[in-house]
């Protein structure tokens, strides 16, 4: 590839990743707006899911033009905040069962719809990006799960709409805390069999996964 090439790709990585931090600032504060007027952890989850993405692409940002060991370093610190976040939002879920809460359906699926489509474009952008290095793998990631969050909204906000029970609110938002910690799991694998294959350590089997 020509130093030309190179110059293009990074620059198309850092336009689209402006894109997707900017969309993410914009869904996480409507997520906390909705999820405080719905008391509805479902959406605080996925609030401070799409706060940690938004932190997420701002490193990928300051990433672009760092070394590889640098990369894994943001890309570890992604994996530990998505983490920590899945266990504040397993705690919130707990302390909601016990105290109780009364979400509103109808925010919740309307909220999740808006964010619906606009961690698809987020995703559909970041998958049209090429020679990914483990950072920007590690954003697909997020807007990856971050589309299946909002579907499991979607179907809660339909069940607690017709039962005006709360525990579909509270099964989707640990299923949230889920998801995250999955994603969590796979951003530190990645960054870890990264530095393997740095070193030329990596068997080729391993590498294949």
């Not at 706060?51 to 940002?61: M, Q």
């Not at 920590?84 to 509103?104: C, H, K, M």
């Not at 990631?141 to 017709?162: H, P, Q």
């Amino acid at each position: 590839m020509s130093e030309t090439d190179l110059d293009l790709s990074s620059s198309n990585k850092r336009r689209t990743l402006w894109i997707v931090l900017a969309l993410n600032v914009a869904i996480a504060l409507g997520f906390f707006a909705t999820g405080y007027f719905a008391d509805s952890n479902a959406l605080l989850a996925n609030g401070l899911d799409n706060s940690s993405d938004a932190i997420v692409y701002a490193l990928s940002l300051l990433a672009l033009t760092r070394s590889r060991q640098w990369k894994r370093g943001a890309a570890r610190f992604s994996g530990i905040m998505l983490l920590i976040f899945a266990g504040g939002v397993i705690l919130d879920a707990v302390r909601r069962f016990i105290e109780g809460s009364e979400p509103a359906g109808i925010l919740m699926m309307a909220m999740a719809a808006v964010a619906a489509v606009v961690n698809l474009l987020s995703l559909y952008l970041l998958k049209k990006l090429k020679q990914k290095d483990v950072n920007l793998r590690a954003a697909t990631t997020f807007s990856l799960n971050d589309f299946i969050s909002n579907g499991g909204i979607i179907i809660a906000g339909i069940v607690v709409l017709f039962t005006g029970s709360n525990w579909p609110d509270l099964l989707v938002g640990v299923a949230v805390a889920g998801i995250a910690i999955y994603g969590g799991i796979d951003i530190l694998r990645d960054a870890h069999m990264d530095r393997h294959e740095e070193n030329g350590t990596i068997h080729g089997e391993d590498k294949g996964k």
